[in-house]
């Protein structure tokens, strides 16, 4: 398993986030050695989506707005169908997706979170993939789109669904331990 030692992880969510998909990739990175946080538009508790009702609630730590990319290494953003759609009209929260990508950072969206990378510009010209309902959106936005477990475009890392979630988890910590490398080396 790869080790991310000291790496700083924020995961943006707000309420109907798919379950999994903020549950498991906190708990790999978690475990490889990173310190992951949530962020979400409001202080409080957010209320994850599970398949087909309401699930766990998880605290968030810190808002978006209070939120710098300067102290991460990578964002994650989970899917579902309520969680980006309801994130995607936040300033606050492209804000700071555009702020990660500019500098070089891990930009990693699943399942319907790709739609936050076309909201923040951020599609275009890139190889994405996705829950396949909104591939289309991505086509229209200027994206390649693939039907894979993981697609790595640069910093940005997309996949499709909660089955690709061991995928996901480990793309995001290959690609922090390369970047660390790669700032080491420099």
């Not at 766990?56 to 209070?66: A, I, R, Y």
């Not at 953003?77 to 309520?82: D, M, N, R, Y």
Request: proline share 3%.
């Amino acid at each position: 398993m790869t080790k991310i030692g000291d790496a700083k992880i924020l995961i943006v969510a707000t309420d109907g986030f798919e379950q999994s998909e903020l549950l498991q990739p906190r708990k790999d990175l978690s475990e490889m050695g990173a310190t992951v946080r949530v962020a979400s538009i409001e202080e409080g508790e957010i209320k994850a989506w599970d398949k087909d009702h309401w699930g766990e609630t998880v605290q968030v730590d810190l808002t978006v707005s209070s939120a710098n990319a300067d102290d991460y290494d990578a964002v994650v953003l989970p899917g579902g169908q309520i969680n980006p759609d309801k994130l995607r009209v936040e300033r606050d929260v492209l804000d700071l997706i555009r702020r990660f990508d500019e500098q070089g950072k891990v930009v990693a969206a699943i399942c319907h979170a790709p739609w936050l990378l076309i909201e923040a510009g951020l599609a275009e010209g890139r190889t994405l993939t996705s829950y396949q309902s909104i591939r289309t959106d991505l086509r229209n936005a200027g994206a390649t789109v693939v039907d894979q477990e993981v697609a790595r475009d640069g910093n940005i890392i997309t996949s499709r669904n909660p089955g690709d979630l061991d995928a996901f988890s480990k793309a995001i910590a290959e690609a922090i331990e390369e970047d660390k490398d790669t700032r080491n080396a420099a």
